[in-house]
DNA sequence: GTAACAATGTTACTGGTGATAACTTATGTC
DNA sequence: GACATAAGTTATCACCAGTAACATTGTTAC
């Protein structure tokens, strides 16, 4: 149709499309949450149409469970990264870890669980990613517990209480909802030792040992 | 301008708008989640224009936050309803209730735990009834200690625990990151147990004894 | 080298959304 | 009964996700 002879830098095919439209609704994300990523913008910003986009992500909730799945690798590897060598020490650390890691990325972390954004069973690669990172938590408690140092009760009930509380705490302090903000790492050591040593006062406890 | 004879009904003054709109939007919200609430259909269905239901709510979050609060209120009545006669019983009780209620009530939970769709700060009568149902929770726990059952420590810092605990179990349930969804009640009772004798073995616990 | 094909872009369009502006009608008060 | 106000109306804007049909480019087979 153009006549004009200049060979004028074919943008046609960008590309490195799906990586950059990645990227980049990453740093929205995390920026302003994933309400904010809209697909045309997305297209417009990096400079290309809409439909173009759906080349590489069958649907915007694909690209949303593309950046979750992003978000558990790499609570995982944080989680990887504790020292496992002491079973208490361990146990405290992975809590304060997770917990450190929403409050780094709110907006990631609440995509990640935002089970109405993004509902299990849907996008395969999400529920692998996820059952990632829980792992790391799990092996952490079986660990202790073959080492003796916690209860020997079932696995899956102390992982579902382990895990319930430092997700009830990231979402919770990440919304807001606790006080004392930024005495935030004394807060979390301290539920995570309440999980750990029970909230029951000494003498209730030793009732118990008196009437065995 | 019309010069039809017939009274013709006159709807023009609905009489009952917001009322029903709430109503309309609390089912849809419970079938389908708060992503399906469209005020446009919500108009539609009630038999009304669109533009009519902003005479009553500001915006669309506005009415979200509306069902929010009605489900705070809701939550912290069956709160209210538990024995509080004995501590331990009165501190497993609410969390069973609590995370019943959650499940229950699964998209009104995520409305009002949602904090993207809903942050706080915002709405000021929702922040209050969060507040209120939060409260029946504290107070339970200040009961227990006061009574001597829960050990002596600072009341915010076993809140934090104790909330966490059972809103990430209610998160995780919800969103079906638990197994075994049947043996729920079980799965609650034993989580929140935990959390109240601690998670120790028992040899590890006494070696602490002896060194005082 | 060229023809066929697959990959990856494009424009044009549909149907749906929240929200606002300007207008109309019913209701309650003096 | 006049009239202010509350509560509807239609018309319109700007945005969105997603689809269809077409265009361009890169690759592979002959």
Same mark, same amino acid.
């Given at each position: ?24 609704? &990453?740093?929205? $994300?995390?920026?302003? *949450?994933?309400? /904010?990523?809209?697909? !045309?913008? @997305? +297209? ?19 690209? &949303?469970?593309? $950046?979750?799945?992003? *978000?558990?690798? /790499?609570?995982?590897? !944080?989680? @990887? +990264? ?33 089970? !109405?954004? @993004? ?94």
């Amino acid at each position: 149709m153009s006549v004009s002879s200049t060979p004028l830098k074919t943008n046609y095919h960008h590309g490195d499309l799906p990586q950059q439209a990645h990227q980049l609704a &990453l740093e929205i $994300l995390r920026e302003h *949450g994933d309400a /904010a990523i809209s697909l !045309r913008a @997305l +297209a417009k910003q990096i400079g290309v149409s809409a439909p173009a986009l759906y080349r590489h992500f069958i649907d915007r909730d694909s690209l &949303l469970a593309e $950046l979750a799945v992003t *978000g558990f690798e /790499a609570l995982r590897a !944080r989680l @990887l +990264a504790v020292d496992q060598s002491d079973p208490r020490r361990a146990l405290i650390d992975i809590g304060l870890v997770y917990v450190s890691f929403a409050r780094d990325e709110p907006n990631l972390y609440r995509l990640m669980f935002g089970g !109405r954004v @993004l509902p299990k069973g849907i996008h395969p690669r999400l529920d692998i990613a996820g059952k990632g990172a829980f792992q790391v938590l799990e092996d952490t408690i079986a660990q202790a517990q073959a080492a003796g140092y916690v209860k020997p009760i079932s696995l899956s009930l102390m992982t579902a209480a382990a895990w319930s509380l430092v997700h009830g705490l990231s979402q919770l302090s990440i919304d807001g909802h606790l006080p004392s903000t930024k005495a935030e790492p004394h807060l979390t050591q301290g539920v995570v030792t309440l999980l750990l040593d029970g909230s029951i006062a000494e003498n209730k406890q030793h009732k118990k040992d008196t009437t065995s």
